[in-house]
């Protein structure tokens, strides 16, 4: 085997183990394997995301908002989106630590970028935004998120339907 494929390898295996770790509620052990996994693949989104959902699991906010924030960015970077579950536990872990301004902005930025579509997250990221905002309350923002689902899923039913009949719109 070559060094890259064992370092791909024992990437993943940390990773597996990592995931596995935070099942069984070991987030101590966990954080260790995505440290380690975060050395050998530096900013990687996934072992950063990782990384803030195990420090908030431990109460350290402070310490979940730095690698939540440098996810959140290197997912703009590289995918040309955000993730609406990386932005709302980021506004999780600014209400954890009294910033509770913080917080609101970051949700309503949120919102407001799945309701004028600048991002289009899958399907079962806005149920799961939609979810949130309605588990904090914001159930107007959770009805947004819902609306705006069901309107691309009806935009897109047109479309194949004409696809397939053979209309251009």
């Known amino acids: 085997m070559k060094k890259i494929e064992i370092q791909a390898l024992k990437f993943s295996n940390l990773m597996l183990l990592g995931e596995s770790l935070v099942d069984r509620n070991d987030?101590?052990?966990a954080l260790s394997c995505f440290l380690e996994a975060n050395k050998l693949s530096p900013g990687d989104a996934h072992v950063l995301t990782n990384i803030g959902i195990v420090y908030w699991c431990l109460k350290k906010p402070q310490e979940a908002l730095v690698f939540l924030?440098?996810?959140e960015e290197r997912l703009l970077?590289?995918?040309?989106m955000i993730s609406g579950v990386v932005t709302y536990l980021i506004a999780l872990n600014f209400q954890a630590i009294g910033q509770f301004e913080r917080s609101w902005l970051v949700l309503r930025d949120l919102a407001e970028r799945v309701i004028t579509e600048k991002?289009?997250?899958?399907e079962n990221d806005l149920f799961d935004l939609a979810s949130k905002f309605a588990m904090i309350g914001n159930f107007r923002s959770a009805i947004k998120t819902i609306c705006v689902l069901l309107s691309k899923k009806a935009i897109l039913k047109v479309e194949y339907c004409r696809e397939i009949a053979g209309v251009n719109a």
């Open 77 to 80: 970077k590289e995918q040309g």
């Open 27 to 29: 987030n101590v052990n």
């Open 69 to 71: 924030a440098e996810a």
């Open 119 to 122: 991002t289009f997250p899958g």
